[in-house]
Each structure stands twice: as structure tokens, then as C-alpha cells.
């Protein structure tokens, strides 16, 4: 009896697994590596209304954070100023710079200049700024070196293993709280800091949630 | 096979060259890839609002009205036998006596937890202009900000209620920051000002001898 098939159909079923093996290694690494926040959500840094430098603020006029954002260690939300806060040196310095029009006519107005937001959580996200810098998390454990941005720019994932990775082991993320707003200061890497730190967290009673009620509501 | 592999690298060389690598600056907001609840209708601190004529979450304060507490102590407000010892205390809000003149001496326990509470509030938002040291040389001057030395005669014979009137109300160029620091936080200014005034014109006789030893005097 001749042969019903060619010799070469011998090789489709190999062909075929390794095309499916490729193509799902594909599919898993592309989803793995683009659908996840580190890569939809770092380096998000939208067009400003108003062209302000943290760089230039924070850095080298070295502004403290709370000078504008003044409320971020007694509430859960790090406010954004209104524009009589720009207007307490704006009255006086580049006063008639075009750039900082808007400015100025929100301070007129009162109508407030449209922000673009960068951070943004998902909304069964309760989280509370308050609590993190008054118990030695700084700024820039979150929002990355700010104080050398001229536009602000999303650093971190803001994933929940992000959060978690901290909410385990504190006593590795924590510094002094004298120097939450001191984005350039370096953890030492010594014995003794590190028994600091534990010392810290505990004394402190730093107690970082995991259950899902902790942050999820 | 080979067709398929040539469309499986072009697919792979596509996607890499197309969506970029992680950590890529972009102005478009982040994609939520799988937005489960991720926005709700939930009322977030300034943000927009549809319902309100004027857009906004945050309400303005009504005219005439006079706040009982403030919002970082609402839990005691709300309690039955709330009594706001603060309220109408001209003394303490505004530093000035019933009849309108200046309050001759800060009208709150004075201590050194104060002073130093002060200095984190003067470092804040003072010495950006005023300088460290409240010499009138602070970032701000190069850029022609004019702000006043409280060491010259005039301002160290000044009645405390005069600092404390100018925090809260501006004086000339400088405007008021009855906004961002409460009367607590404006009378710790007001005793860490006097303290760096005593501190740029203190004599070494009114020390005590083992003050002026520690001292090298």
C-alpha cells in the first residue's frame, strides 16, 4: 500500500509544539514585562499647566517638602498648594514672567490651576501619607528623588508587592525621622544602624499592616 | 517553520521597538491594563467634582461662619461635650487683647519642646527668606525678595503680639500664613524668633561660670 502521507508531515507535530511553546513564552514574557506597573506606570511624566522645577525649588533652594505640601504629616492626603502659596515669593521674584501667568491668575481668580496628576493609587487604596512620614518613611522611598526633577516624573511601581516588600520588613526601609524630608541622606550600611532601625520599629510601635483590610476598604 | 519563525522574531522585534523598554518617559497617562474597580465614584481631597457649580471636592468655608475645632482634632469636636477653649480667644488666635493692641508677652506656656517645635516650623517656612539665623539673607534674596533682619532695634523691642501679627496677616511684601500654620505652631515661631534675636546679642556676663567654661568663654 503506497504511503497516505508524505514523509514530511512526519514533523508537523514537533513543529507545532515548539511553535506553541514560543509563542506562549512570548506572550508570558510580553504580559509579564508590559502589562505589569512597572512598566505602564514608571516614567509617567505628564506636560504641567505651569513648567515648575522641583529641581530648582527643592533642590537647589533646597525649599522644605512641607513648605508647600504642608499638610502631608498630619493628613492622608500630600496636599497640592493653591496658588497663594507660589504667590509668597512669586509677588516679588519673576513677577512678570509669562511662564507663571496661570499662576497669577489663579491667585486673582481663585479659580485653581489644573494640576496634572502623577501618583495615583487605585481608589480601594486608602493610603495615608500622615502615618508613613511621621514613622520615619520618607518622601523619597515613594516618589524617588524629586528634589532633582525638573518635571515630576513616577519612579516606583506603586505595585502591592511594592508596598508589601516594606510593610514586611520595615526596619530595612526606615530612617530617622529627622530626616523623612531629607531626600539626599544615605542609609548607612552598619551594624549598629541597623540595630538603630530595629530599635526603632520597635520603640515606635511601627506596625505596618498585611492584612488586606489595612489598606483595602 | 521558517516563515513562521521569520514572523515570530519580526512579531517579537515589533512589540519591543513599538512599546520600549521599562522605565521609558511618557507623557500619556499609565494604561490600567486589567481595571478592576480601580476608579470609583469616591470623593478624593482636591479633585473635581461634577455636583458643585464650582467643580471642586473641597468646600470653601462659608462666609461668617467660625470653626469649632479643625480637622485634625473632628472626633472631639463631634462628641458630645466639646467646648473649644480656643474659641474667641483674641489673645490666642490673633495676638491681640480685646481692645485691638498688640499682646505684650506670648499668651502660652513657653518650654523648650516649644522652641524646638519652632524651629521646624521656622525652618520651614521663614528661613527661606528671613535666613537660619533670621538675618534677612535667606535663598530668596539673591532673587530680590526683601525680608526683614530681626536683629535691628526696632524688631527686637517689638511686642511678641507683633510677630505673631505679622505670621498671620503679612506685613508689606510678605503675605500671610494664617493658612498653613496654626496659632500654636505661629506662637513657637514667635518664641524661636525671640530666641535667635537673644541668640545674636547675648552677653557672656549674664552666663553662669560653668556655662561660659562649656563654653571656652
Given at each position: 500500500?503506497?504511503?497516505?502521507?508524505?514523509?514530511?508531515?512526519?514533523?508537523?507535530?514537533?513543529k507545532v509544539i515548539v511553535a506553541i511553546i514560543l509563542t506562549v513564552t512570548a506572550v508570558v514574557c510580553g504580559v509579564?514585562?508590559?502589562?505589569?506597573?512597572?512598566?505602564?506606570?514608571?516614567?509617567?511624566?505628564?506636560?504641567?499647566?505651569?513648567?515648575?522645577?522641583?529641581?530648582?525649588?527643592?533642590?537647589?533652594?533646597?525649599?522644605?517638602?512641607?513648605?508647600?505640601?504642608?499638610?502631608?504629616?498630619?493628613?492622608?492626603?500630600?496636599?497640592?498648594?493653591?496658588?497663594?502659596?507660589?504667590?509668597?515669593?512669586?509677588?516679588?521674584?519673576?513677577?512678570?514672567?509669562?511662564?507663571?501667568?496661570?499662576?497669577?491668575?489663579?491667585?486673582?481668580?481663585?479659580?485653581?490651576?489644573?494640576?496634572?496628576?502623577?501618583?495615583?493609587?487605585?481608589?480601594?487604596?486608602?493610603?495615608?501619607?500622615?502615618?508613613?512620614?511621621?514613622?520615619?518613611?520618607?518622601?523619597?522611598?515613594?516618589?524617588?528623588?524629586?528634589?532633582?526633577?525638573?518635571?515630576?516624573?513616577?519612579?516606583?511601581?506603586?505595585?502591592?508587592?511594592?508596598?508589601?516588600?516594606?510593610?514586611?520588613?520595615?526596619?530595612?526601609?526606615?530612617?530617622?525621622?529627622?530626616?523623612?524630608?531629607?531626600?539626599?541622606?544615605?542609609?548607612?550600611?552598619?551594624?549598629?544602624?541597623k540595630k538603630e532601625a530595629v530599635g526603632f520599629v520597635h520603640d515606635w510601635k511601627v506596625n505596618p499592616p498585611q492584612?488586606?483590610?489595612?489598606?483595602?476598604? | 517553520?521558517?516563515?513562521?519563525?521569520?514572523?515570530?522574531?519580526?512579531?517579537?522585534?515589533?512589540?519591543?521597538?513599538?512599546?520600549?523598554?521599562?522605565?521609558?518617559?511618557?507623557?500619556?497617562?499609565?494604561?490600567?491594563?486589567?481595571?478592576?474597580?480601580?476608579?470609583?465614584?469616591?470623593?478624593?481631597?482636591?479633585?473635581?467634582?461634577?455636583?458643585?457649580?464650582?467643580?471642586?471636592?473641597?468646600?470653601?468655608?462659608?462666609?461668617?461662619?467660625?470653626?469649632?475645632?479643625?480637622?485634625?482634632?473632628?472626633?472631639?469636636?463631634?462628641?458630645?461635650?466639646?467646648?473649644?477653649?480656643?474659641?474667641?480667644?483674641?489673645?490666642?488666635?490673633?495676638?491681640?487683647?480685646?481692645?485691638?493692641?498688640?499682646?505684650?508677652?506670648?499668651?502660652?506656656?513657653?518650654?523648650?519642646?516649644?522652641?524646638?517645635?519652632?524651629?521646624?516650623?521656622?525652618?520651614?517656612?521663614?528661613?527661606s527668606c528671613h535666613g537660619a539665623a533670621g538675618d534677612g539673607n535667606g535663598v530668596t534674596k539673591p532673587y530680590g525678595?526683601?525680608?526683614?533682619?530681626?536683629?535691628?532695634?526696632?524688631?527686637?523691642?517689638?511686642?511678641?503680639?507683633?510677630?505673631?501679627?505679622?505670621?498671620?496677616?503679612?506685613?508689606?511684601?510678605?503675605?500671610?500664613?494664617?493658612?498653613?500654620?496654626?496659632?500654636?505652631?505661629?506662637?513657637?515661631?514667635?518664641?524661636?524668633?525671640?530666641?535667635?534675636?537673644?541668640?545674636?546679642?547675648?552677653?557672656?556676663?549674664?552666663?553662669?561660670?560653668?556655662?561660659?567654661?562649656?563654653?571656652?568663654?
Amino acid at each position: 500500500m503506497a504511503n497516505v502521507f508524505p514523509k514530511w508531515v512526519n514533523t508537523i507535530p514537533i513543529k507545532v509544539i515548539v511553535a506553541i511553546i514560543l509563542t506562549v513564552t512570548a506572550v508570558v514574557c510580553g504580559v509579564t514585562y508590559y502589562a505589569t506597573p512597572k512598566y505602564t506606570r514608571v516614567g509617567y511624566a505628564p506636560i504641567q499647566p505651569v513648567a515648575f522645577s522641583h529641581a530648582l525649588h527643592a533642590g537647589q533652594l533646597d525649599i522644605d517638602c512641607r513648605y508647600c505640601h504642608t499638610f502631608v504629616d498630619r493628613s492622608e492626603h500630600s496636599n497640592v498648594p493653591a496658588a497663594n502659596v507660589c504667590m509668597t515669593c512669586h509677588s516679588m521674584v519673576r513677577k512678570d514672567d509669562p511662564m507663571l501667568a496661570p499662576v497669577k491668575t489663579s491667585y486673582e481668580s481663585g479659580e485653581p490651576i489644573p494640576w496634572v496628576r502623577v501618583h495615583k493609587t487605585p481608589d480601594y487604596v486608602y493610603f495615608n501619607h500622615s502615618v508613613h512620614v511621621n514613622r520615619g518613611v520618607s518622601c523619597v522611598g515613594c516618589h524617588g528623588r524629586v528634589d532633582e526633577m525638573d518635571v515630576v516624573t513616577h519612579k516606583e511601581s506603586f505595585s502591592m508587592s511594592f508596598c508589601l516588600d516594606c510593610h514586611r520588613n520595615p526596619e530595612e526601609h526606615v530612617r530617622p525621622p529627622e530626616e523623612v524630608y531629607n531626600l539626599d541622606w544615605e542609609r548607612p550600611d552598619t551594624e549598629d544602624f541597623k540595630k538603630e532601625a530595629v530599635g526603632f520599629v520597635h520603640d515606635w510601635k511601627v506596625n505596618p499592616p498585611q492584612s488586606c483590610s489595612g489598606c483595602h476598604r | 517553520m521558517r516563515i513562521f519563525l521569520a514572523i515570530y522574531v519580526f512579531a517579537i522585534i515589533a512589540a519591543v521597538s513599538i512599546l520600549g523598554f521599562r522605565g521609558s518617559i511618557s507623557t500619556k497617562p499609565p494604561l490600567e491594563v486589567f481595571p478592576d474597580m480601580d476608579r470609583q465614584a469616591r470623593y478624593k481631597p482636591q479633585a473635581e467634582n461634577d455636583f458643585f457649580a464650582d467643580g471642586r471636592n473641597d468646600r470653601q468655608v462659608p462666609a461668617g461662619t467660625v470653626a469649632r475645632g479643625d480637622y485634625f482634632n473632628q472626633v472631639e469636636v463631634f462628641s458630645e461635650d466639646f467646648e473649644d477653649p480656643r474659641l474667641g480667644d483674641t489673645v490666642f488666635n490673633q495676638g491681640k487683647n480685646a481692645d485691638g493692641s498688640l499682646v505684650k508677652k506670648i499668651p502660652v506656656e513657653v518650654s523648650y519642646e516649644l522652641i524646638q517645635q519652632g524651629k521646624e516650623k521656622y525652618d520651614i517656612f521663614c528661613s527661606s527668606c528671613h535666613g537660619a539665623a533670621g538675618d534677612g539673607n535667606g535663598v530668596t534674596k539673591p532673587y530680590g525678595v526683601l525680608a526683614a533682619n530681626y536683629h535691628d532695634a526696632r524688631l527686637r523691642s517689638v511686642d511678641d503680639g507683633h510677630i505673631f501679627d505679622v505670621i498671620t496677616n503679612g506685613k508689606g511684601l510678605m503675605l500671610p500664613f494664617n493658612d498653613r500654620i496654626s496659632p500654636e505652631e505661629r506662637w513657637a515661631i514667635v518664641l524661636y524668633v525671640r530666641a535667635l534675636q537673644l541668640s545674636q546679642n547675648a552677653n557672656a556676663e549674664e552666663l553662669t561660670a560653668v556655662q561660659r567654661t562649656e563654653l571656652g568663654l
